[in-house]
């Protein structure tokens, strides 16, 4: 044993920290004492003794904030920078007499479900979950307390019941997919998945076809092989189109005997967005031969056309082969190509359009206005290549490398690496994530320097931006999306300000946040306790304990959180069956999008719906309002299945903007009727005749 200030330690850590390898210092304190320190290695997870003792007190684990005990050690946080902590002690209360237990939905620790424990004693209760159901909380019911921990340890200080609650398994749905398989077994089309899981579909493409996109709904998907999160019964349908290296309707070629093969006369078909010109051809009379060349104006006015790979079997590049491509934004042009016309990209926009090529400039007998003045092209590439998690690049030198597309599985949240094969990603190409339509979340490395124009403009849901570069990157005008209130970028601490004062980055000083209020989490936090947002993809996230405002749009985006929990200690907030309310009750904050109850019963005392509150939630179906007295702006927008509600109060509540679901039924007071319709017409600025405002008793 060890004794140090009073504090008995029957375990000593002992962690090392392996010559020459990089880590950072754990220090660790109890009071102003330094018990012990050690080096851990960058992404390590440590384990920290938990068995210490004090007279008169009980150890609460490690903390990062000494006297303020808000930020605990989590022990399951990989270690990435140098930390200190503190040991937490709560004063252990004398043991007394014997008080009476009981826990219902469990067990004690110790066995049975009634009998008495001494005041003062720890005692830890295990909820016993039924077949078909799952651990939802604790409820404490001598004060009402809700703990979300099983097993649950806590400390005597009067007679007690905890009641276990539970809820319903996790719901499944119906996914079909025609034109592929589903998880990687060739010949499975369809199946049933518990809601939030994730399926992979494969498109299986058949010869002569290349693969298009996914059509789910409403919605395309070009990105095959796709990762699916189940939140409904869907049929997906892969659709396809001609092969670029088989002969295909979008191109016309003619076989050209001088050359020795064909040239690409004219491209008839405009409304492709991305073209990889075939390297061999047939045309069923001259044989497989190579294509030699692109004619004059051969895409003349291909509005929607924005990316053209050419392959290193074209030697020639006719005079505006590309005239009045406006939406054009990355051609790579290979070091076959030794013969260039004239104002090849004659209206195209300079603004937008990148072009790489493999030639040394000062090799090339091009024609002085071969590239019509677009500027700048990029000399020396080269080649093409994708990295493992789908980023395909250019390699601009021995050392360097664009992103000029995302070809990966991963919709919402993509992390852009530094490297790959030795190669540094230095820029983002002009357009390079433009369809990725479901994109919320993008991380950066600290090595890119230029984000291209329209990088993400079309990414309407790209809610986070998270840059390591301590020089804030070239930005153009729409490099990102137009700036909305839900945006956040987060930039290393100390460059904030250099990110909000250089030109187009001012675009978003009041969107620029610190890296360091990301926690372990994925939580981002203001020193004030203002949540910024939830940048996890947890579908059960806890609310931190140092929480004390939240953000309108702290939750937008986060279409696979099924419930949402809160840290024990949090003074201003509250979780009731895994929905988001002010500590008192009286606001409901959030409903998860994925939560599946197809009805909700509002917590007694609430009289406030928050703005935003039920956003996109496709499962609700009616909500009992019981006394609200308040629906903020948009507390139900893109509810579509939500058709009824129910009001108790005799005194309509206020309905701000776009709280109203027009095609709902209004179950109100039988004497609130016309009350209930006035209310409802002054806030939709029209008559509700044909509006169904019932009375239900």
């Known amino acids: 044993m060890l004794i140090i200030a009073g504090i008995i330690i029957g375990v000593i850590l002992s962690i090392t920290n392996n010559s020459g390898k990089y880590g950072y210092y754990v220090a660790l304190y109890s009071g102003d004492i330094l018990y012990d320190s050690f080096w851990a290695e960058k992404g390590e997870k440590i384990e ?99 703990f979300y921990h099983n097993p649950h340890t806590f400390t005597v200080t009067k007679s007690f019941t905890f009641t276990a609650v539970f809820v319903e398994a996790v719901e499944h749905y119906n996914i079909t997919v025609v034109g592929g398989y589903l998880d990687d077994i060739q010949d499975k089309t369809e199946g049933r998945y518990p809601v939030n899981s994730k399926v992979t579909l494969t498109a299986v493409i058949p010869q002569g076809k290349r693969f298009l996109h996914w059509e789910i709904g409403e919605e395309r998907v070009n990105i095959n092989p796709y990762t699916l999160t189940v939140n409904e019964d869907v049929t997906v349908t892969a659709v396809f189109e001609n092969d670029f290296d088989q002969p295909s309707r979008s191109f016309n070629f003619e076989f050209d005997e001088q050359w020795g093969g064909y040239i690409l006369w004219d491209y008839v078909y ?22 030699k060349g692109i004619s004059e104006k051969a895409f003349q006015d291909c509005a929607n056309l924005k990316r053209v790979f050419i392959p290193d079997s074209v030697v020639a590049i006719g005079d505006q082969a590309f005239i009045n491509c406006a939406a054009l934004s ?53 080649g093409i290549d994708t990295a493992p998690d789908g980023m395909q690049y250019v390699k601009t030198s021995n050392s360097l490398a664009t992103i000029i597309a995302y070809r990966g599985t991963q919709t919402d949240f993509v992390k852009v690496p530094q490297m790959d094969k030795g190669i540094t990603v230095n820029a983002i190409c002009n357009a390079a994530f433009w369809e990725h339509k479901r994109l919320k979340r993008i991380e950066l490395p600290y090595s890119v320097v230029t984000i291209g124009n329209e990088a993400f403009s079309e990414c309407l849901n790209l809610f986070s931006v998270i840059l390591g570069a301590v020089t804030p990157p070239r930005l153009y005008e729409k490099s990102l999306p137009e700036k909305n209130d839900a945006l956040k970028i987060y930039v290393p601490p100390d460059k904030i300000n250099d990110y909000k004062s250089i030109p187009y980055w001012n675009n978003y000083a009041e969107a620029i946040y610190s890296l360091i209020l990301i926690d372990s989490d994925d939580f981002a936090v203001t020193g004030e306790g203002m949540l910024l947002q939830y940048l996890g993809d947890s579908p059960t996230p806890c609310l931190p304990e140092n929480v004390k405002e939240i953000d309108l749009y702290a939750f937008v985006g986060c279409d696979n959180i099924t419930g949402i929990y809160v840290h024990e200690n949090n003074q201003d907030f509250c979780s009731v069956d895994g929905v988001l309310y002010s500590k008192d009750k009286t606001q409901l904050i959030y409903y998860p999008s994925a939560k599946t109850d197809k009805s909700y019963s509002l917590a007694e005392g609430t009289t406030v719906v928050r703005m935003l509150a039920f956003l996109e939630n496709k499962h609700i179906e009616e909500i009992d309002m019981k006394n609200v007295e308040r629906a903020q702006s948009y507390a139900f927008g893109g509810c579509d299945n939500l058709k009824t509600f129910y009001f108790r109060n005799i005194n309509p509540p206020v309905f701000e903007e776009g709280s109203i679901i027009n095609n709902a039924v209004y ?31």
């Open 48 to 146: 920290l003794p938990d068995n210490l003792v004090k007279e008169g007190y009980i150890f609460d684990g490690w903390y990062y904030d000494k006297d303020v005990w808000r930020q605990k050690f989590d022990p399951d946080t990989p270690i990435e920078k140098s930390i200190t902590l503190y040991a937490y002690w709560k004063k252990r209360p004398p043991l007394g007499d014997n008080v009476m237990g009981r826990v219902v939905g469990g067990l004690f620790a110790s066995g049975g479900d009634y009998k008495a424990f001494p005041i003062g004693s720890e005692v830890t209760v295990i909820a016993n979950v039924p077949e078909g159901k799952k651990f939802s909380h604790w409820i404490f019911e001598e004060d009402g307390a809700l």
């Open 270 to 291: 405009s409304n492709e967005v991305e073209i990889k010109l075939p390297a061999i051809y047939d045309n069923g009379i001259n044989g497989e031969l190579p294509v």
């Open 330 to 382: 990355f051609v790579y042009i290979p070091n076959s190509v030794t013969q260039m016309g004239k104002d090849i990209f004659s209206g195209c926009d300079n603004d937008k359009l990148s072009v790489f090529c493999e030639h040394s400039e000062d090799d090339i007998s091009w024609p002085p206005n071969w590239n019509s003045g677009i500027s700048p092209v990029t000399w020396n590439c080269q």
């Open 667 to 697: 179950f109100v007071p039988a004497e609130s009727v016309d009350a209930y319709k006035e209310a409802i017409r002054e806030a939709i600025g029209e008559e509700v005749e044909n509006m169904e405002i019932r009375s239900f008793y």
